[in-house]
Nanobody, 120 residues
Framework: ARLAASGGGLVQAVRSLSLSCAAS????????MAWYRQAPEKQRDLVAS???????VYSDSVKGRFTISRDNDNNTVSLQMNSLKPEDTAVYYC???????????????WGQGTQVTVSS
């Protein structure tokens, strides 16, 4: 299996942007999906996660501004980012735990990362 992220780019502060990520391969099921971000010289931090039952968790820094959602039929996860701030600038990575063939084990996968830059 693999994850492919799309979206991102350059946007002005207070504007919105959305990210998407699709899991592909011979997928049996997808567990929790999430978005992380990593700013220059910083560690990679969780932005938001969503379980297969729709339960969500957000970091305090994005709560109320970002919304994570998933489409279980298409194995995708999205991140709607509103009221963006310059401090949201980072490379965003999608993450998912996927049960796929031929391994038939629940493995963790990362997308390739997409740059989000918010100008003031």
């Amino acid at each position: 299996a693999r994850l492919a992220a799309s979206g991102g780019g350059l946007v002005q502060a207070v504007r919105s942007l959305s990210l998407s990520c699709a899991a592909s391969g011979i997928i049996v099921s997808v567990g929790a999906m999430a978005w992380y971000r990593q700013a220059p010289e910083k560690q990679r931090d969780l932005v938001a996660s969503i379980r297969s039952d729709g339960t969500t968790v957000y970091s305090d820094s994005v709560k109320g501004r970002f919304t994570i959602s998933r489409d279980n039929d298409n194995n995708t996860v999205s991140l709607q980012m509103n009221s963006l701030k310059p401090e949201d600038t980072a490379v965003y990575y999608c993450n998912a735990r996927v049960l796929s063939r031929p391994r038939f084990t629940l493995d963790e996968y990362w997308g390739q990362g997409t740059q989000v830059t918010v100008s003031s």
